[in-house]
């Protein structure tokens, strides 16, 4: 059983979006003297969907967010002729294929999110030829269930943002996320509207629960370092993507303050990437994006790394392929949910694409025995609201 074909589409969203907000999340454009829509850049309207097909019919769907257009070219131009040939279950060669063949230019980036979503859908294959889910094949169920915390509250009006947090504790989520909205171009004004976001959030959800804050590689080195002991009082669960992610002695240096546990690697690659913040001890929480970091190939690698050095693995954003990892490996302890919403940053689109994804209840998510691959497929519902890229 050979792969015969490699087909993309890019999934451009044309329906209502919610418009983006002032203050909506910092991130790493904040520093640059342009005004307008910082965020822009970093919203995902636009989808990538892979499908591996084998010489028996068989279809396997893997997909990526980052620049779809652009990972769609790499992937015609440049990947598809590496893997049409080759037997799937042949997944550590065809990776080494794809990294080595391209390694002059495709080792970060666009190449590797390419590499990520032939991967995962490779996967999705294996597990329909076999007639069984993913997370069997990486090793099996090592969880009764998910636990998965809320990952939304982006800076708002706080009765607003009040609201949100009530409604995840009235789901049953013990764990949530927010998002800060200032950084140092904002001054100690900003400063005191971030502690206001947190403030906010830790009063409606109280104590027991568990608070994660995340700057999305908005702040400097030194505004983190005068924000860290501001939020000390707070028992934030980990402070994430502090400063951008190049700054790996900025990671080090701010965990080593002690104050508040440091997470990262949302916009880190391959194995030798995650290698590196390990040695350093740069994080206390290790967040590959398994759309990007090299497929679940290059996950369930960084997995073991993680366990090696008990340092915990929690994938950025939901989707299926996600949830298997976690299911997996005792180095997860729980995977992120983002809530069903209509269209923002873009995180949302998945469930307009696919189908499948389970929902939480109570705070815990449950993967199918029987459900052979990742358990998602493709949906015609929406299919009016997207302009499809062959």
Request: a negative charge; proline letters at 5%; one cysteine or more.
């Amino acid at each position: 059983m050979k792969i015969k074909n490699v087909r993309t589409r890019v999934f451009e969203w044309k329906g209502k979006i919610v418009p983006p907000a002032r203050n909506f999340c910092t991130n790493a454009a904040d520093l640059l003297f342009e005004r307008g829509d910082n965020m822009g850049s970093f919203r995902f309207h636009g989808w990538l969907v892979c499908e591996i097909e084998t010489e028996d019919g068989t279809v396997g769907i893997g997909n990526a967010a980052l620049a779809p257009r652009v990972t769609k070219s790499a992937i015609d131009e440049y990947y598809a002729a590496l893997v049409i040939g080759e037997d799937p279950f042949d997944t550590e060669y065809i990776w080494q294929k794809m990294y080595r063949r391209t390694h002059a230019w495709g080792r970060k980036g666009i190449g590797m999110t390419a590499m990520s979503a032939i991967d995962i859908a490779i996967w999705d294959l294996m597990g329909k030829e076999v007639g069984k889910p993913v997370f069997k094949l990486l090793g099996g169920r090592t969880k009764d269930k998910i636990r998965c915390y809320a990952s939304k509250l982006y800076g708002q009006p706080l009765d607003a943002l009040a609201r949100e947090a009530q409604s995840y504790v009235d789901q049953g989520f013990q764990s949530v996320k927010m998002r800060f909205g200032w950084g140092p171009q904002d001054g100690p004004e900003g400063m005191k509207k971030n502690l206001e976001l947190v403030r906010t959030v830790r009063d409606v959800i109280g104590p027991d629960r568990d608070l994660m804050c995340e700057c999305y590689m908005g702040w400097t080195f030194e505004y983190a370092k005068r924000m860290l002991r501001l939020l000390e009082p707070f028992n934030i669960r980990w402070l994430e993507e502090p400063v951008i992610a190049d700054d790996i002695e900025g990671y080090k240096e701010l965990r080593k303050l002690g104050v508040l546990p440091i997470s990262g690697g949302e916009h880190e690659f391959t194995l030798a990437g995650f290698q590196q913040l390990v040695d350093q001890r740069a994080v206390d929480v290790i967040q590959y994006d398994t759309n990007r970091v090299g497929g679940l190939t290059a996950a369930r690698k960084i997995n073991a790394l993680a366990e090696a050095y008990s340092i915990p693995i929690i994938p950025h954003a939901g989707q299926m392929h996600n949830y298997h990892l976690t299911m997996s490996t005792l180095a997860s302890p729980m995977a992120e949910f983002f809530p069903v919403h209509d269209v923002e940053v873009g995180n949302e689109l998945f469930y307009y694409i696919f189908k499948g994804d389970p929902q939480p209840e109570n705070g815990f998510l449950q993967l199918d025995d029987d459900l052979p691959g990742l358990g998602i497929e493709l949906s015609d519902e929406y299919l009016k609201d997207f302009n499809i890229i062959e």
